[in-house]
């Protein structure tokens, strides 16, 4: 049971990782908009984290014979946040992409992601905690 728990608080502190990141990217973005240039970003991580969850890319598992199947077991834990750099359009002549709506509906949505990992976090010690007081 705890390892269970562990492992789903533990995935949740990755997703709040991830907004974290993707927070001070949008923050850059909306900084820079201005900046003749500058190319937005945004970070990837559901993508990520479900290609870990399919094993993608996993932990390649030992193979003692030719005609072994290859398995790469999911492994959520590998999964980590990436930063990627929007190169493929341009919305205005100084070469800037940025999209200050996007970014700012961008922030939103992440800002009330964020607060629902870390409702779901503090959900998940406070039964703990309860099952500790109890346990007594």
Not at 33 to 48: C, I, L, M, R
Not at 52 to 74: K, N
Not at 108 to 130: H, M
């Amino acid at each position: 049971m705890f390892n269970k728990m562990f492992s789903n608080i533990d995935l949740m502190h990755r997703g709040l990782d991830a907004a974290w990141m993707r927070h001070s990217v949008i923050s850059h973005n909306i900084a820079n908009v201005d900046t003749p240039g500058y190319k937005a970003q945004h970070v990837e991580f559901e993508s990520v984290l479900k290609a870990a969850m399919r094993g993608d890319g996993g932990i390649q598992m030992t193979v003692t014979h030719p005609g072994h199947i290859q398995i790469h077991p999911p492994n959520p834990a590998q999964a980590r946040p990436v930063t990627v750099t929007d190169n493929h359009y341009t919305i205005r002549m100084d070469d800037n992409n940025v999209d200050i709506d996007h970014q700012m509906a961008q922030m939103v949505q992440n800002t009330i992601q964020y607060n629902a990992l870390s409702d779901r976090v503090t959900s998940s010690f406070s039964r703990l905690k309860l099952v500790i007081r109890e346990g007594r």
